[in-house]
């Protein structure tokens, strides 16, 4: 049997959210954000070129083996409310953790009183990390949902204000 492997270079994830380019932005870089939502963990920026990043394991993870740490990385360039890039690296697998991949957050506001929020995950090199946050829905079930899932959740906290 011959096993064939599928190289994902790039993911790209994009979702229409009614609120401000504003809202959008300190949704992803606030921590009394970031625990709202998603997978419920408190993310810290340095918003600046070189800064960290990170984000942290709720309770309920790290009770489940996850490390406080879930994902560290660095700022590359922020430019608030509009982009914001960094480098992500999972830390829960020490296979993930050999691969520092970036994010490309952009976030665009329309005349309708949307904003277009696009996240790129590229993941060049990094088949580890490839394979741990391709979306499916076997993997929320195993306690991933990736990128899809995650912004589902932001955009209905966003509209709403409750998951």
Sequence with gaps: MT???????????????????E??????TKPEWTQKY??????????????AYRALAPAEMQAMGMPEVIVDGEVIGADPPRRLVHTWRALWDENVAAEATRLTYDIEED?????????THELEGSPFTAGAVAPGPARLHEGGGGWPWILSSLKTLLETGKL
């Design 23 to 28: 809202a959008i932005w300190a949704a992803i």
């Design 3 to 21: 096993t064939t492997e599928t190289a994902v270079t790039t993911q790209v994830h994009r979702v229409y959210i009614k609120a401000t380019p």
């Design 111 to 119: 005349d309708e009183g949307y904003t277009r929020l696009t996240v």
């Design 38 to 51: 998603g997978y419920q963990g408190i993310a810290e920026f340095d918003l600046r070129p070189g800064g």
